[in-house]
């Protein structure tokens, strides 16, 4: 089983930057792909992020050049920096692992984009 906690949500204005972690219980060598989801108010959850264990990403394309998924194996942690963020950014982001054992989910956190 694996627990995953983000962190580095909040409050930003347009244009502003954010830096989401989301940390494993344990080691996440071994999961093939992690990713970050996000739902807004009224709107299915929707893919924003993803990584696989050799490294390779792809992202939705309203987050492309915007936004930078990565991890550290070291640390059991998967990072998703949010650049140059815009209103409609603003949802509750969830932190995915794909393991072999099983899909998990973090509790998500929460982000708001406004002036």
């Known amino acids: 089983q694996v627990q995953l906690v983000e962190s580095g949500g909040g409050l930003v204005q347009p244009g502003g930057s954010l830096r989401l972690s989301c940390a494993a219980s344990?080691?996440?060598?071994?999961?093939?792909?992690m990713g970050w989801y996000r739902q807004a108010p009224g709107k299915q959850r929707e893919l924003v992020a993803r990584?696989?264990?050799?490294?390779?990403?792809n992202y939705a394309d309203s987050v492309k050049g915007r936004f930078t998924i990565s991890r550290d194996n070291a640390k059991n942690t998967v990072y998703l920096q949010m650049n140059s963020l815009k209103p409609e950014d603003t949802a509750v982001y969830y932190c995915?692992?794909?393991?072999?054992?099983?899909?998990?989910w973090g509790q998500g956190t929460q982000v708001s984009v406004s002036s």
């Open positions: 344990g080691s996440i060598v071994r999961i093939p792909a």
């Open positions: 995915n692992a794909d393991a072999y054992s099983g899909t998990y």
């Open positions: 990584i696989i264990s050799g490294g390779s990403t």
